[in-house]
């Protein structure tokens, strides 16, 4: 089983940047998570959508809407995934969620790929 726990939301103007994080809870101790780590989100009366995923090995997919403003990272040793959200819109405003797939799962922006959700932070951009 895993648990993930993020951090780091809040409130920010248009414009600034907002960094989030997430770290893995992994019942083996001394074992480092190795599936595939990413962020969806879910703005107010909207579906679920895809933000960023980042596999073990580093290789990253971005939705279109956050491409070339967000970037995803992870720190293996630590079980932890990284959202850093730069150029900010009204439009990013969204409860962020965490996720992992189990060890095998492919890279996907497809919600069915990832077995472990975080309980979610709240991004609100606004002036």
């Known amino acids: 089983q895993l648990q993930l726990e993020e951090s780091g939301g809040g409130l920010v103007a248009p414009g600034e940047s907002l960094s989030l994080s997430c770290v893995a809870f992994?019942?083996?101790?001394?074992?480092?998570?190795?599936?595939?780590m990413g962020w969806f989100r879910q703005a107010p009366g909207e579906e679920r959508e895809f933000v960023a995923a980042?596999?073990?090995?580093?290789?990253?997919e971005y939705s279109d809407s956050v491409m070339g403003r967000f970037t995803i990272s992870r720190n293996n040793a630590k079980s932890a995934v990284f959202l850093h959200m730069m150029d900010t819109k009204p439009e990013d405003t969204a409860d962020y969620y965490c996720v992992a797939g189990q060890t095998g799962r492919t890279l996907s922006s497809s919600r069915d790929e990832y077995d472990y959700w975080g309980q979610g932070t709240q991004v609100t951009v606004s002036a």
């Open positions: 980042v596999s073990w090995s580093g290789r990253a």
């Open positions: 992994v019942r083996s101790a001394g074992r480092s998570f190795m599936g595939p």
